[in-house]
């Protein structure tokens, strides 16, 4: 199960914190990933990270302001965002997988085990 919080409003040009905490599983044979679906439109990849959080991933968008991390002793994966957008509002959802490739896929498809989501607004 997987429970994501840290949602919530702010301006443009602010930061957040996303976290995702697992239970029940040994989170470290995980892959991970941050998705997010904004009102009408389809879920998207923002980030992923290997199971061992040696290789990162990140959608072009985010990329320089966003930064996905884990901490396998506390079954927990985070998201820090900065330099937040308007563009940036949407639900996020964290997501995992046993997945091993180097590089994780960006594919909501791939991930089998998903969060509940955490809504993220920015104001202009």
């Known amino acids: 199960q997987l429970q994501a919080s840290g949602g919530g409003s702010v301006q443009f040009g602010g930061s957040l914190r996303l976290s995702c905490t697992a239970s029940g599983r040994a989170f470290s044979n995980y892959a991970s990933g941050w998705f997010r679906q904004a009102p009408g439109k389809e879920r998207e990849f923002v980030a992923t990270i290997s199971w061992s959080g040696a290789s990162t991933d990140y959608a072009d968008s985010v990329k320089g302001r966003f930064t996905i991390s884990r901490d396998n002793a506390k079954n927990t994966v985070s998201l820090q965002m900065n330099s937040l957008k308007p563009e940036d509002t949407a639900v996020y959802y964290c997501?995992?997988?046993?997945?091993?490739?180097?590089?994780?896929?960006?594919?909501?498809?791939?991930?089998?085990?998903w969060g509940q989501g955490t809504l993220v607004t920015v104001s202009s």
């Open positions: 997501a995992a997988d046993t997945l091993y490739e180097t590089v994780v896929p960006g594919r909501p498809g791939a991930f089998g085990y």
